[in-house]
């Protein structure tokens, strides 16, 4: 059922099948109008205690007066009920007997609160359950918490409450462990930041979660929760979190969390007009910054609260925390593995001791106390005025730039508000959403993102990124690298033509005035410039083409520079999102660093082919194959080939697949016929495979070579082996002419799209100077099952030899690359439109 906005245009809220609707609806309506939060949550406790006491009394009170009584709990017991929100209810019996007598009734109990339309979460515990520590469900304990009375035997809660007392006196601390363990686990979840870019406000890192974390420790009594003013800090985020919870229930009709695309567009048109005190952020980008802002301070004292927790609890932890208070210097003191200042108001007569401070907690690694943030805030009028003139500040930034936690360090130089203050150019993203549907993260976050990869980089023992760690040693200035991913992205945040072009401006002013020297300025400029080079070159050119690795080298110029591009790119592509660089392509990237080291450092003979020296079986297959084919092909992949060939004679078609480090390799060899290529695409694309690469050869006598690279992203055949038989059999059925592909795609599901206003309009492209063999045919379009299908289909109907196919997806767009040549040779011009309106007709199916 599609959902309909009410007049007033906020979404209408579930209704419940009872008494109780028109009171749900009112406050529906008043938040509407008022944007109160605090009065939903007030109202619809309210009216569930309403319902679960007069449940209570038709299905449980006469027939267990005694013995039995209902305690709200969780949210509910915190007087916290969002408009979906689940109602969490313990019913407490006196002993297990008398549950299992009154099981019926306690049964009817429920279903009328089901019924009602609450959607009810119960247990049914003793007095002994309730005081015993539930490891493989602790979640029991926590909701314990939060409790209240709400109906029933008064004289058996009363005996529950000082047990349970002196229970959660007994365990605090073993409670605290699982519940900072638990914490730990679901941050993971989000990696650990509150940066994406349509947040899940209750569970990911600085949402309600968090909160309640903190809440929880309170009351577990955990020692350092009275070390800050936490509840201060954080009491404006509560209002905010409260306010967008509610309005997303509303919204989605449902217990939904998620600050989406539409969600974020809904906000900014229809609060502000609502809430006087958020009036002024009037752009979902503004709408945005208040969150990140918000959960920021809700997960940095979460995280200090779990920090307190774990050394408390982890006595090697705490041995080595006392060891690393040797560390202090004449600046610093390190206490409780953290950095206090030992002259507090120093900063303001040097200003320098800020730098010298990140300097110290990019060599440690420790953080600085809260007492000397605080210090660092309230010195920021001081700092602000100090740096905002052009100083040589090149050999301080360095020194942090180059440290073995830089990450950590430039990540507390952007919470002190510091990294703003030397770079005011890095204000532009802080916070900053770009809604392109694949990166995960905003800019800044992005950004430093790419510096901890390199720093995991230094440390991993994986073989197919030991390659790129090798490079990383032989880079001579990693402070200049840092600086150039720092730097790479600023230009996003101006939102003014090309963000390379405008990060390049951005970087020359700032390194003017920090003093840069000028060859290190010259390498930041080059890295910004050509930051997408060789991603792009991955996703869009044949990288066996002689002509790709030329393009390149005339962009990098040295093989010097070629490392260091090289390194940018694999610390940009991992940070897009947790599976932008999957094995497929990080054997790319690899690929395009050999090809342009190769063209960088060969000499002028190795462009040329020397005639093979092979069998007459080898020397036929061979005869008529393009020259590229050796290039792109090991002495052990052509006798494979030429083996298959021996089989296509014998069967028709002949079919080989097998598991590659990045994926599959399928490699089909048969007769030429209309759309074989296109026909092998549909098949794959039938089966859910993600087709990375195909390329289509023919020789003399007539026999077509296509191999397709895919990857199975639901890992069908590793989990199915008979599943590679079947798709085996269904490639071979569809050479023959036995299955029409159609039928095959029939039944593929269109992918749902992240967003309603994210449709994106088919972009054809064709370029005749790319490559010395083919015309470049480029599509940027929807993705979605048997497009490359149809795509392939469109292309041989017209007349076009398909050579190579490079197919690229990020989200729902694809972004294929196909080499294609007519008569052996180029299109010509006259082809190209009618052509392009063919295909544009087949991309939108």
Same mark, same amino acid.
């Given at each position: 059922?599609?959902?309909?906005?009410?007049?007033?245009? /906020?979404?209408?809220?579930?209704? $419940? =099948?009872?008494?109780?609707?028109?009171?749900?609806?009112?406050?529906?309506?008043?938040?509407?109008?008022?944007?109160?939060?605090?009065?939903?949550?007030?109202?619809?406790?309210?009216?569930?205690?309403?319902?679960?006491?007069?449940?209570?009394?038709?299905?449980?009170?006469?027939?267990?007066?005694?013995?039995?009584?209902?305690?709200?709990?969780?949210?509910?017991?915190?007087?916290?009920?969002? $408009?979906?929100?689940?109602?969490?209810?313990?019913?407490?019996?006196?002993?297990?007997?008398?549950?299992?007598?009154?099981?019926?009734?306690?049964?009817?109990?429920?279903? *009328?609160?089901?019924?009602?339309?609450?959607?009810?979460?119960?247990?049914?515990?003793?007095?002994?359950?309730?005081?015993?520590?539930?490891?493989?469900?602790?979640?029991?304990?926590?909701?314990?918490?939060?409790?209240?009375? +709400?109906?029933?035997?008064?004289?058996?809660?009363?005996?529950?409450?000082?047990?349970?007392?002196?229970?959660?006196?007994?365990?605090?601390?073993?409670?605290?462990?699982?519940?900072? %363990?638990?914490?730990?686990?679901?941050?993971?979840?989000?990696?650990?930041?509150?940066?994406?870019?349509?947040?899940?406000?209750?569970?990911?890192?600085?949402?309600?979660?968090?909160?309640?974390?903190?809440?929880?420790?309170?009351?577990?009594?955990?020692?350092?929760?009275?070390?800050?003013?936490?509840?201060?800090?954080?009491? $404006?985020?509560?209002?905010?979190?409260?306010?967008?919870?509610?309005?997303?229930?509303?919204?989605? %009709?449902?217990?939904?969390?998620?600050?989406?695309?539409?969600?974020?567009?809904?906000?900014?048109?229809? @609060?502000?007009?609502?809430?006087?005190?958020?009036?002024?952020?009037?752009?979902?980008? *503004?709408?945005?910054?208040?969150?990140?802002?918000?959960?920021?301070?809700?997960?940095?004292?979460?995280?200090?609260?779990?920090?307190?927790? *774990?050394?408390?609890?982890?006595?090697?932890?705490?041995?080595?925390?006392?060891?690393?208070?040797?560390?202090?210097?004449?600046?610093?003191?390190?206490?409780?593995?953290?950095?206090?200042?030992?002259?507090?108001?120093?900063?303001?007569?040097?200003?320098?001791?800020?730098?010298?401070?990140?300097?110290?907690?990019?060599?440690?690694?420790?953080?600085?106390?809260?007492?000397?943030?605080?210090?660092?805030?309230?010195?920021?009028?001081?700092?602000?005025?100090?740096?905002?003139?052009?100083?040589?500040?090149?050999?301080?930034?360095?020194?942090?730039?180059?440290?073995?936690?830089?990450?950590?360090?430039?990540?507390?130089?952007?919470?002190?508000?510091?990294?703003?203050?030397?770079?005011?150019?890095?204000?532009?993203?802080?916070?900053?959403?770009?809604?392109?549907?694949? =990166?995960?993260?905003?800019?800044? *976050?992005?950004?430093?993102?790419?510096?901890?990869?390199?720093?995991?980089?230094?440390?991993?023992?994986?073989?197919?990124?030991?390659?790129?760690?090798?490079?990383?040693?032989?880079?001579?200035?990693?402070?200049?690298?840092?600086?150039?991913?720092?730097?790479?992205?600023?230009?996003?945040?101006?939102?003014?033509?090309?963000?390379?072009?405008?990060?390049? %401006?951005?970087?020359?002013?700032?390194?003017?005035?920090?003093?840069?020297?000028?060859?290190?300025?010259?390498?930041?400029?080059?890295?910004?410039?050509?930051? @997408?080079?060789?991603?792009?070159?991955?996703?869009?050119?044949?990288?066996?083409?002689?002509?790709?690795?030329?393009?390149?080298?005339?962009?990098?110029?040295?093989?010097?520079?070629?490392?260091?591009?090289? +390194?940018?790119?694999?610390?940009?592509?991992?940070?897009?999102?947790?599976?932008?660089?999957? $094995?497929?392509?990080?054997?790319?990237?690899?690929?395009?660093?050999?090809?342009?080291? =190769?063209?960088?450092?060969?000499?002028?003979?190795?462009?040329?082919?020397?005639?093979?020296?092979?069998?007459?079986?080898?020397?036929?297959?061979?005869?008529?194959?393009?020259?590229?084919?050796?290039?792109?092909?090991?002495?052990?992949?052509?006798?494979?080939?030429?083996?298959?060939?021996?089989?296509?004679?014998?069967?028709?078609?002949?079919?080989?697949?097998?598991?590659?480090?990045?994926?599959?390799?399928?490699?089909?060899?048969?007769?030429?016929?209309?759309?074989?290529?296109?026909?092998?695409a549909g098949a794959l694309s039938s089966f859910g495979m993600n087709i990375l690469k195909a390329e289509a050869f023919a020789n003399q006598q007539g026999t077509i070579l296509d191999t397709f690279v895919f990857a199975d992203p639901g890992r069908t055949l590793e989990l199915n082996p008979s599943e590679m038989d079947r798709l085996h059999m269904t490639i071979e059925r569809v050479l023959l002419g036995k299955v029409n592909v159609k039928? +095959? @795609?029939?039944?593929?599901?269109?992918?749902?799209?992240?967003?309603?206003?994210?449709?994106?309009?088919?972009?054809?492209?064709?370029?005749?100077?790319?490559?010395?063999?083919?015309?470049?045919?480029?599509?940027?379009?929807?993705?979605?099952?048997?497009?490359?299908?149809?795509?392939?289909?469109?292309?041989?109907?017209?007349?076009?030899?398909?050579?190579?196919?490079?197919?690229?997806?990020?989200?729902?767009?694809?972004?294929?690359?196909?080499?294609?040549?007519?008569?052996?040779?180029?299109?010509?011009?006259?082809? /190209?439109?009618?052509?392009?309106?063919?295909?544009?007709?087949?991309?939108?199916?």
């Open positions: 059922m599609s959902q309909k906005p009410s007049e007033s245009g /906020m979404m209408t809220g579930a209704k $419940p =099948h009872s008494k109780a609707a028109p009171r749900v609806e009112q406050l529906r309506s008043d938040f509407t109008a008022t944007a109160e939060p605090m009065a939903v949550l007030r109202g619809r406790t309210n009216i569930v205690e309403g319902q679960v006491c007069k449940s209570y009394s038709r299905h449980l009170a006469n027939a267990a007066p005694n013995g039995i009584a209902v305690l709200a709990v969780g949210g509910f017991g915190r007087g916290e009920l969002f $408009p979906h929100s689940d109602v969490d209810i313990c019913l407490l019996v006196d002993n297990e007997k008398l549950a299992h007598e009154k099981r019926p009734q306690i049964s009817a109990f429920l279903q *009328e609160l089901w019924d009602s339309g609450l959607r009810a979460s119960h247990s049914v515990r003793t007095i002994q359950e309730c005081c015993e520590l539930h490891d493989q469900n602790i979640e029991l304990n926590i909701s314990l918490l939060d409790h209240r009375p +709400l109906a029933g035997d008064i004289a058996l809660y009363e005996k529950l409450e000082p047990k349970l007392r002196k229970f959660f006196e007994n365990s605090s601390a073993n409670l605290a462990r699982h519940l900072s %363990r638990l914490a730990r686990s679901r941050r993971a979840q989000y990696h650990d930041s509150i940066y994406h870019l349509e947040p899940n406000i209750k569970e990911a890192p600085g949402g309600l979660r968090d909160l309640h974390l903190l809440e929880w420790f309170r009351k577990l009594q955990t020692q350092g929760m009275n070390d800050f003013a936490w509840a201060a800090e954080i009491e $404006p985020a509560r209002g905010y979190l409260y306010l967008i919870r509610c309005f997303l229930h509303y919204l989605a %009709r449902r217990d939904n969390n998620v600050l989406s695309f539409d969600a974020q567009d809904e906000v900014a048109e229809r @609060l502000p007009a609502r809430a006087e005190e958020f009036a002024s952020r009037q752009t979902p980008e *503004e709408w945005m910054r208040e969150y990140f802002r918000h959960a920021r301070s809700i997960a940095g004292a979460a995280t200090r609260a779990m920090e307190s927790v *774990e050394v408390k609890n982890n006595s090697l932890l705490a041995g080595f925390r006392d060891w690393r208070s040797r560390l202090s210097n004449t600046d610093f003191t390190v206490s409780r593995d953290r950095v206090f200042l030992k002259a507090p108001t120093a900063l303001e007569k040097d200003p320098e001791l800020v730098l010298r401070l990140y300097q110290f907690v990019g060599r440690h690694g420790i953080k600085p106390a809260l007492e000397t943030e605080r210090r660092v805030l309230e010195a920021q009028e001081h700092l602000q005025s100090y740096f905002a003139s052009p100083r040589p500040l090149w050999n301080q930034l360095r020194e942090i730039l180059a440290s073995p936690h830089c990450a950590l360090a430039l990540r507390v130089m952007q919470d002190t508000g510091v990294l703003r203050m030397v770079f005011p150019e890095w204000g532009a993203i802080e916070c900053c959403v770009v809604r392109d549907f694949y =990166h995960r993260y905003t800019v800044d *976050e992005h950004t430093l993102v790419t510096i901890e990869n390199l720093q995991q980089l230094a440390r991993t023992s994986e073989p197919g990124h030991r390659r790129f760690a090798n490079l990383l040693s032989e880079v001579e200035e990693p402070a200049v690298l840092r600086f150039a991913l720092l730097f790479h992205d600023v230009g996003k945040g101006e939102r003014t033509g090309h963000h390379s072009e405008e990060s390049v %401006r951005m970087a020359q002013e700032a390194m003017t005035r920090i003093r840069m020297p000028e060859k290190h300025q010259r390498l930041v400029l080059f890295l910004i410039d050509q930051h @997408l080079a060789l991603s792009a070159a991955m996703t869009s050119r044949d990288l066996d083409d002689p002509a790709t690795a030329r393009m390149l080298a005339d962009k990098v110029g040295t093989s010097e520079g070629l490392k260091y591009l090289t +390194l940018v790119t694999y610390a940009d592509i991992g940070a897009v999102n947790p599976t932008a660089l999957s $094995p497929w392509r990080l054997e790319q990237l690899w690929r395009v660093h050999l090809v342009t080291h =190769h063209e960088l450092t060969r000499e002028l003979q190795t462009d040329r082919i020397q005639a093979p020296e092979a069998s007459d079986e080898r020397s036929s297959f061979l005869k008529g194959l393009p020259v590229r084919y050796l290039r792109t092909h090991t002495d052990e992949e052509i006798q494979i080939h030429v083996d298959l060939e021996q089989r296509r004679r014998e069967a028709e078609v002949a079919i080989d697949i097998r598991k590659t480090e990045g994926g599959y390799l399928l490699t089909v060899l048969a007769k030429d016929r209309l759309a074989l290529f296109a026909s092998m039928d +095959l @795609l029939k039944y593929r599901p269109k992918p749902t799209l992240p967003s309603r206003r994210s449709g994106i309009e088919p972009k054809i492209t064709f370029d005749n100077s790319a490559s010395e063999f083919a015309t470049l045919v480029e599509l940027v379009a929807e993705d979605r099952p048997g497009l490359l299908y149809d795509v392939a289909s469109c292309l041989s109907a017209k007349g076009c030899n398909i050579e190579l196919v490079l197919v690229e997806t990020e989200a729902h767009k694809a972004m294929d690359v196909f080499y294609v040549s007519t008569a052996g040779k180029k299109l010509p011009e006259t082809m /190209m439109e009618p052509l392009q309106l063919a295909l544009d007709t087949a991309i939108r199916g």
